[in-house]
């Protein structure tokens, strides 16, 4: 007889097998079903009978010995008579050893008793079934296999899953189970028989978690004329069975498919490696987004060995073509602005915006009752997680440098605007898995063959399976939360209803959500949970045009842009003063305890607006900003001119000539609290309140910073302009300081409740803690009015500073405002005590003892001319009787 080589596809049963030719070109490798003569096994069950005993024992005893071996087959007759009809034949392993004779030897075959075929010789027949028979006997006697005594060889297994296959799952989710692959459907669905830690058995059908590969056609399916394979899906069919059809290998359950119920999602184990990853790097699987997330140890391997193979355009992927990626698909960015729940504006390094879609990303849906401010009123009802998805990326990304990585560019459709869409890094952690993981978000689920996602799209999948498992968010089966915001600025009537318990606390938290110019923001006030319209006390802002044909005011969108880079959507602070008659609320805005109108004036981007400047306790901050920003030229002050002033004063004055001006009776009580020179000097003005308060203040100041350590190398420096805490030399005690100047010599400070300064080492200055920033400077910077004293430094000067300190030292004063100008008060003093008329003031008395030369070019002249002449007389009388700076005559007024 012929005999001819073949490989053991599989073993159906302990006496039949399929055999599997060589490959062929133009399709899968031959098959051919052949039956061991003369022997029989006991047969296999099914879905509708039991196992014979031994069954399974004989099919795994030839499982073992033969599976993907290399044999010699010889086949020897055909019965006809059985549909489909069955070839006999002998089996011959490599050393010459006949199968047949090895399974009846071990006990799991009997003798078949029967005679010659046609083609068969009788007396070779009968010498194989003697020698058959003998083998029988012989495992007979020692009770091997099915002849054991000891063993029923009936094994527990089950062809349909009898329970929920979640509780299945969860029994044995992310352990290695023993099994074997009865069945290769397609290359990633495979029908596997279970061995259970208890050694009964589950048939169930797997499908590789992570792939996909092409479908195969099916022998039984019920329409067969749309039964064809998918190119590669035979091909691939092959490749796993040539390497896992029927072999012994560890299964790991990882989910539920999505089918039949006992259909699962799992990983296959084998010694040779990953069959998944195998049928990926060659192009013969492709991977799935649903169940790449189930992966154990994760869907980054599955994914490179996609990658390489499309780089090779193996098989599937042959008519792939890789995206070119764009110059600015990488780059570093500020975050400036939160538009919603997944999508940001970020300016780059060459102050580009670029608005930005998470890659893969969807928001939160906005759920039924949610109402948009409409009309006059910004009252908002927000139901669902839109508003925590967009708080959450304020708080995370704004202001912050970020990474962004263009994935793909998502075109214009259904109205909708054309989107660039890119992964976001903060550092090393991606804001949309943040987003996906605390369940404020979920990923977008692409079409299979879609390549616009996210490079990070299977961190994404797992960010929302952690979500659904912890119930996160939108995957919660609690209410939907509600936000309701209030607009405080709707009219007056409410925006007062307001204040009181706005103004209760010093400074509130508040979040810029508008910048509308330069002085104008609209803000959010959580604690209070409403929105203001505020207005910077003290400033004016450029106008801003509303359109492209309303044209703005020189300097508008300057003030406006550096406001919204400053503070926009930021968390800031704000002290409120009152509310206009707009409803609009009126204050001070502070951005990382910078005051924002300060911050903006010494830029040069918005004037002083002079009467609510002198209102506020900031008022000497204001005018001293202005003062640099005209003296450096900045922003709107670019063209200023030092001379006209000057000009502008004379026209005043001019003006002031024709008509009669009128003097101002503002009367204060203070105390001189510091000179600089004999007619220029800080004072404190007389508030029992506020002198309690600042007792109070300095007490707790010094027990806070005296329990502190010294400052340290890794203290921010301090800057021109900061409110600190500085040890004044003289007596070591802490006090609230201004810094004036930093140089090599140290830092210049004044002292902001009493007006001395002095140069500090850095090791004596500290940053002011927030508790004591709530208290207004109490010292104020004025001038005697009509008077003009020479420097400290210059000749007399120190002389009429002991004068000045001699008529106010350690006495409570009464002042009269004469004038304000640029934040500094022109005061003429008098001593309750000693003034008996409105000429008989300390202004009077240095200028009769020769220790100060009368003003008359002061602005506000015109209104006080009786004191004027008071003063001129004085003047004179001093000169003629050379007392003071007049000791050796009259001296130049232009000295000083």
Same mark, same amino acid.
């Given at each position: 007889?012929?005999?001819?080589?073949?490989?053991?596809?599989?073993?159906?049963?302990?006496?039949?097998?399929?055999?599997?030719?060589?490959?062929?070109?133009?399709?899968?490798?031959?098959?051919?079903?052949?039956?061991?003569?003369?022997?029989?096994?006991?047969?296999?069950?099914?879905?509708?009978?039991?196992?014979?005993?031994?069954?399974?024992?004989?099919?795994?005893?030839?499982?073992?010995?033969?599976?993907?071996?290399?044999?010699?087959?010889?086949?020897?007759?055909?019965?006809?008579?059985?549909?489909?009809?069955?070839?006999?034949?002998?089996?011959?392993?490599?050393?010459?050893?006949?199968?047949?004779?090895?399974?009846?030897?071990?006990?799991?075959?009997?003798?078949?008793?029967?005679?010659?075929?046609?083609?068969?010789?009788?007396?070779?027949?009968?010498?194989?079934?003697?020698?058959?028979?003998?083998?029988?006997?012989?495992?007979?006697?020692?009770?091997?296999?099915?002849?054991?005594?000891?063993?029923?060889?009936?094994?527990?297994?089950?062809?349909?899953?009898?329970?929920?296959?979640?509780?299945?799952?969860?029994?044995?989710?992310?352990?290695?189970?023993?099994?074997?692959?009865?069945?290769?459907?397609?290359?990633?669905?495979?029908?596997?028989?279970?061995?259970?830690?208890?050694?009964?058995?589950?048939?169930?059908?797997?499908?590789?978690?992570?792939?996909?590969?092409?479908?195969?056609?099916?022998?039984?399916?019920?329409?067969?004329?749309?039964?064809?394979?998918?190119?590669?899906?035979?091909?691939?069919?092959?490749?796993?069975?040539?390497?896992?059809?029927?072999?012994?290998?560890?299964?790991?359950?990882?989910?539920?498919?999505?089918?039949?119920?006992?259909?699962?999602?799992?990983?296959?184990?084998?010694?040779?490696?990953?069959?998944?990853?195998?049928?990926?790097?060659?192009?013969?699987?492709?991977?799935?987004?649903?169940?790449?997330?189930?992966?154990?140890?994760?869907?980054?391997?599955?994914?490179?060995?996609?990658?390489?193979?499309?780089?090779?355009?193996?098989?599937?992927?042959?008519?792939?073509?890789?995206?070119?990626?764009?110059?600015?698909?990488?780059?570093?960015?500020?975050?400036?602005?939160?538009?919603?729940?997944?999508?940001?504006?970020?300016?780059?390094?060459?102050?580009?915006?670029?608005?930005?879609?998470?890659?893969?990303?969807?928001?939160?849906?906005?759920?039924?009752?949610?109402?948009?401010?409409?009309?006059?009123?910004?009252?908002?009802?927000?139901?669902?997680?839109?508003?925590?998805?967009?708080?959450?990326?304020?708080?995370?990304?704004?202001?912050?440098?970020?990474?962004?990585?263009?994935?793909?560019?998502?075109?214009?459709?259904?109205?909708?605007?054309?989107?660039?869409?890119?992964?976001?890094?903060?550092?090393?952690?991606?804001?949309?898995?943040?987003?996906?993981?605390?369940?404020?978000?979920?990923?977008?689920?692409?079409?299979?063959?879609?390549?616009?996602?996210?490079?990070?799209?299977?961190?994404?999948?797992?960010?929302?399976?952690?979500?659904?498992?912890?119930?996160?968010?939108?995957?919660?089966?609690?209410?939907?939360?509600?936000?309701?915001?209030?607009?405080?600025?709707?009219?007056?009537?409410?925006?007062?209803?307001?204040?009181?318990?706005?103004?209760?606390?010093?400074?509130?938290?508040?979040?810029?959500?508008?910048?509308?110019?330069?002085?104008?923001?609209?803000?959010?006030?959580?604690?209070?949970?409403?929105?203001?319209?505020?207005?910077?006390?003290?400033?004016?802002?450029?106008?801003?045009?509303?359109?492209?044909?309303?044209?703005?005011?020189?300097?508008?969108?300057?003030?406006?842009?550096?406001?919204?880079?400053?503070?926009?959507?930021?968390?800031?602070?704000?002290?409120?003063?009152?509310?206009?008659?707009?409803?609009?609320?009126?204050?001070?805005?502070?951005?990382?305890?910078?005051?924002?109108?300060?911050?903006?004036?010494?830029?040069?981007?918005?004037?002083?607006?002079?009467?609510?400047?002198?209102?506020?306790?900031?008022?000497?901050?204001?005018?001293?900003?202005?003062?640099?920003?005209?003296?450096?030229?900045?922003?709107?002050?670019?063209?200023?001119?030092?001379?006209?002033?000057?000009?502008?004063?004379?026209?005043?004055? !001019?003006?002031? /000539?024709?008509?009669?001006? $009128? +003097?101002?009776?503002?009367?204060? =009580? #203070? *105390?001189?609290?510091?000179?600089?020179?004999?007619?220029?000097?800080?004072?404190?003005?007389?508030?029992?309140?506020?002198?309690?308060?600042?007792?109070?203040?300095?007490?707790?100041?010094?027990?806070?910073?005296? !329990?502190?350590? /010294?400052?340290?190398?890794? $203290? +921010?420096?301090?800057?021109?302009? =900061? #409110? *600190?805490?500085?040890?004044?030399?003289?007596?070591?005690?802490?006090?609230?300081?201004?810094?004036?100047?930093?140089?090599?010599?140290?830092?210049?400070?004044?002292?902001?409740?009493?007006?001395?300064?002095?140069?500090?080492?850095?090791?004596?200055?500290?940053?002011?803690?927030?508790?004591?920033?709530?208290?207004?400077?109490?010292?104020?910077?004025?001038?005697?009015?009509?008077?003009?004293?020479?420097?400290?430094?210059?000749?007399?000067?120190?002389?009429?500073?002991?004068?000045?300190?001699?008529?106010?030292?350690?006495?409570?004063?009464?002042?009269?405002?004469?004038?304000?100008?640029?934040?500094?008060?022109?005061?003429?003093?008098?001593?309750?005590?000693?003034?008996?008329?409105?000429?008989?003031?300390?202004?009077?008395?240095?200028?009769?003892?020769?220790?100060?030369?009368?003003?008359?070019?002061?602005?506000?002249?015109?209104?006080?001319?009786?004191?004027?002449?008071?003063?001129?007389?004085?003047?004179?009388?001093?000169?003629?009787?050379?007392?003071?700076?007049?000791?050796?005559?009259?001296?130049?007024?232009?000295?000083?």
């Amino acid at each position: 007889m012929v005999q001819h080589k073949a490989v053991i596809k599989n073993v159906l049963s302990g006496d039949t097998v399929i055999l599997r030719g060589k490959p062929r070109a133009n399709g899968p490798p031959a098959e051919r079903l052949l039956a061991l003569s003369n022997v029989q096994a006991p047969r296999l069950g099914n879905t509708t009978r039991d196992d014979e005993p031994f069954a399974f024992g004989a099919r795994e005893y030839m499982r073992k010995m033969l599976v993907g071996k290399e044999v010699t087959f010889v086949p020897e007759y055909t019965v006809s008579t059985v549909n489909p009809p069955r070839e006999y034949g002998s089996i011959l392993l490599a050393n010459g050893d006949n199968v047949a004779h090895l399974g009846v030897q071990q006990g799991w075959l009997k003798v078949r008793e029967g005679k010659a075929r046609s083609n068969q010789d009788d007396e070779a027949q009968e010498q194989e079934l003697n020698g058959l028979r003998l083998l029988e006997q012989e495992a007979r006697d020692t009770g091997k296999g099915q002849w054991s005594a000891s063993d029923d060889g009936v094994r527990q297994v089950s062809y349909s899953l009898n329970q929920d296959p979640r509780t299945f799952l969860n029994a044995y989710k992310g352990k290695a189970l023993d099994a074997i692959i009865e069945q290769v459907r397609d290359a990633s669905t495979l029908r596997v028989l279970l061995i259970l830690p208890d050694q009964t058995q589950q048939v169930v059908t797997l499908f590789l978690s992570g792939i996909k590969a092409p479908a195969c056609k099916r022998d039984n399916a019920p329409d067969q004329a749309n039964n064809t394979s998918e190119p590669f899906g035979e091909e691939a069919k092959v490749f796993v069975e040539t390497r896992l059809l029927q072999r012994g290998v560890k299964v790991v359950l990882e989910g539920v498919g999505q089918g039949a119920q006992n259909n699962f999602v799992g990983s296959v184990q084998h010694p040779a490696g990953s069959i998944a990853e195998l049928l990926l790097s060659n192009g013969l699987a492709k991977c799935q987004d649903w169940s790449i997330t189930l992966v154990t140890g994760g869907p980054q391997a599955l994914r490179k060995a996609e990658t390489a193979a499309k780089v090779k355009n193996l098989r599937v992927w042959k008519d792939f073509v890789a995206k070119a990626r764009a110059n600015d698909s990488e780059f570093d960015a500020q975050v400036i602005k939160i538009v919603t729940g997944d999508t940001i504006v970020v300016k780059t390094a060459d102050g580009v915006e670029r608005k930005l879609q998470l890659s893969s990303v969807k928001q939160a849906p906005k759920q039924a009752g949610s109402v948009n401010p409409n009309g006059k009123s910004r009252d908002m009802k927000e139901v669902g997680y839109q508003f925590e998805a967009r708080e959450f990326l304020r708080k995370k990304l704004i202001g912050k440098q970020v990474h962004v990585v263009m994935d793909y560019k998502k075109p214009a459709q259904d109205g909708f605007e054309a989107k660039d869409c890119a992964t976001i890094k903060l550092g090393n952690v991606n804001i949309a898995q943040q987003l996906i993981e605390k369940g404020l978000a979920t990923p977008i689920r692409h079409r299979k063959d879609d390549d616009n996602r996210s490079h990070c799209y299977d961190h994404l999948m797992l960010a929302e399976t952690k979500a659904q498992e912890q119930q996160k968010g939108v995957h919660s089966s609690k209410d939907h939360p509600i936000v309701r915001i209030v607009d405080a600025s709707e009219n007056m009537t409410k925006a007062r209803q307001f204040l009181s318990s706005l103004k209760r606390s010093p400074r509130q938290h508040a979040v810029v959500e508008h910048v509308a110019n330069g002085s104008r923001l609209f803000l959010w006030v959580p604690k209070e949970n409403c929105r203001l319209s505020f207005v910077l006390a003290g400033v004016r802002a450029p106008r801003v045009g509303r359109s492209t044909n309303d044209k703005s005011e020189p300097f508008g969108p300057e003030a406006l842009a550096h406001a919204q880079d400053l503070c926009l959507q930021h968390d800031v602070e704000i002290e409120i003063d009152n509310v206009d008659k707009t409803g609009a609320f009126i204050g001070n805005v502070f951005v990382n305890d910078k005051n924002l109108a300060i911050e903006l004036l010494e830029q040069g981007l918005v004037y002083v607006h002079e009467y609510s400047a002198n209102e506020s306790r900031y008022a000497n901050q204001f005018f001293a900003a202005e003062r640099n920003a005209k003296t450096s030229h900045a922003g709107l002050w670019k063209e200023y001119n030092d001379e006209q002033p000057k000009q502008d004063l004379a026209q005043q004055q !001019a003006a002031s /000539a024709q008509q009669p001006a $009128q +003097p101002r009776h503002e009367y204060i =009580d #203070v *105390v001189v609290s510091d000179m600089i020179s004999g007619s220029h000097f800080y004072v404190q003005l007389i508030h029992p309140a506020e002198i309690k308060q600042l007792e109070s203040l300095m007490k707790d100041l010094s027990l806070h910073y005296n !329990a502190r350590p /010294a400052t340290g190398s890794d $203290q +921010p420096k301090p800057r021109v302009g =900061d #409110v *600190v805490s500085a040890k004044f030399t003289e007596d070591d005690c802490w006090y609230r300081a201004k810094v004036r100047r930093v140089s090599s010599d140290g830092i210049e400070v004044l002292y902001i409740d009493y007006g001395n300064s002095e140069v500090l080492p850095r090791s004596r200055i500290q940053p002011l803690a927030s508790q004591f920033k709530t208290l207004k400077p109490q010292a104020q910077e004025a001038m005697l009015s009509f008077v003009r004293c020479p420097g400290k430094d210059a000749e007399y000067g120190v002389d009429c500073m002991e004068r000045f300190h001699e008529l106010t030292a350690g006495r409570q004063l009464v002042a009269n405002v004469d004038a304000k100008e640029n934040g500094v008060l022109c005061l003429t003093l008098y001593d309750p005590k000693v003034s008996t008329n409105a000429e008989a003031s300390i202004n009077l008395e240095m200028v009769r003892d020769g220790a100060g030369l009368v003003n008359t070019k002061a602005s506000y002249a015109a209104a006080y001319r009786d004191i004027l002449r008071s003063l001129q007389d004085a003047q004179a009388a001093a000169q003629r009787e050379r007392l003071g700076m007049f000791v050796y005559g009259d001296i130049d007024e232009d000295a000083f």
